[in-house]
C-alpha cells in the first residue's frame, strides 16, 4: 500500500517568511496530492490539492509542487501570518483499487509574532 | 450549518463498555469515511462506505463496527473499548469517492478510555 512520509514533523517561522512541508510518497500510481490544515479542536481541512498532470498549483500565498519522477511534493506558504499556525498534512491518493487518502505524519507549524 | 456532525464532541468511558460515535453530513456526498487520529496525530482510515455499502475495511479489530443506515449517516459503534481505543475519531465525506472537492472532515470526538 501507500506509504507517505513529512518532514518536518515541527516548523517555527518568523511572521512574515516562507514555510516549506515536505512530503514523499511510493505509490507511483498515486495521482491526487492534497494538502489539509488542522486547528486546534477541529477537524482536518483542504487548503490546496494537486494532480499529477501539473507540476505546479497556486492559491494566494500557498502554492503546491509535485516531482513525479522522484515521488515527493511540497507545500509552500509565503508571507506567514499568526492565522497559518496549525498542522499541516500531506496525503496521497490513486485512482486505482481502494478510494482512499494516505496521510503523512503531520507537520506543526507555529508562526512567530 | 453544520456540513458533517459528530457526536458526542467528547466521550469518557470505562473499559468493557460499549459506545457509538454518531455521524452526519448535509453536503449530498455519497461516500463517508471513518478516520483515527492518535495522540501524535497520525490520521488512518478506518472505514468507508459508498451509497451505504462498505468499501474500505483496514485492519481495523472487529470489536469496531460502522453503521450506514442512509447515504447521509455513518455511526461508529465500538465494543469492549480498551485504553488503546482512546484516539480522535473523525467522520469525513466526499463527493462518490473521486476527490474531486476533497474530503469534508468533522470535528472530531475525542474518546477516552479510562
Known amino acids: 500500500g501507500e506509504n507517505v512520509e513529512q518532514h518536518p514533523s515541527t516548523l517555527s517561522v518568523q511572521e512574515g517568511d516562507s514555510a516549506v512541508i515536505k512530503c514523499t510518497y511510493s505509490?507511483?500510481?498515486?495521482?491526487?496530492f492534497p494538502w489539509y490544515k488542522q486547528e486546534l479542536g477541529k477537524g482536518p481541512q483542504l487548503i490546496i490539492d494537486?494532480?499529477?498532470?501539473?507540476g505546479e498549483k497556486k492559491d494566494q500565498r500557498i502554492a503546491v509542487t509535485l516531482n513525479k519522477t522522484a515521488k515527493h511534493f511540497s507545500l509552500h506558504i509565503t508571507e506567514t501570518q499568526p492565522e497559518d499556525s496549525a498542522v499541516y498534512f500531506c496525503?496521497?491518493?490513486?485512482?486505482?483499487?481502494?478510494?482512499?487518502?494516505?496521510f503523512g505524519t503531520g507537520t506543526r507549524l507555529t508562526i512567530i509574532p | 450549518d453544520t456540513a458533517v456532525s459528530q457526536t458526542p464532541k467528547y466521550l469518557v468511558t470505562q473499559m468493557g463498555n460499549d459506545k457509538s460515535i454518531k455521524c452526519e453530513q448535509n453536503?449530498?456526498?455519497?461516500?463517508m469515511y471513518w478516520y483515527k487520529q492518535d495522540s501524535k496525530k497520525f490520521l488512518k482510515i478506518m472505514f468507508s462506505?459508498?451509497?451505504?455499502?462498505?468499501?474500505i475495511n483496514e485492519t481495523v479489530p472487529n470489536r469496531f463496527s460502522p453503521k450506514s443506515p442512509d447515504k447521509a449517516h455513518l455511526n461508529l459503534h465500538i465494543n469492549s473499548l480498551e485504553l488503546g481505543d482512546s484516539a480522535v475519531y473523525f467522520c469525513?465525506?466526499?463527493?462518490?469517492?473521486?476527490?474531486?472537492?476533497?474530503?469534508?472532515f468533522g470535528s472530531g470526538t475525542r474518546l477516552t478510555v479510562v
Open positions: 469525513a465525506s466526499s463527493l462518490t469517492g473521486t476527490r474531486e472537492d476533497g474530503y469534508t
Open positions: 505509490d507511483s500510481a498515486s495521482n491526487y
Open positions: 494537486i494532480r499529477s498532470n501539473v
Open positions: 496525503a496521497a491518493a490513486s485512482n486505482f483499487g481502494n478510494e482512499k487518502l494516505t
Open positions: 453536503l449530498g456526498h455519497d461516500t
Open positions: 462506505y459508498n451509497n451505504k455499502e462498505l468499501i
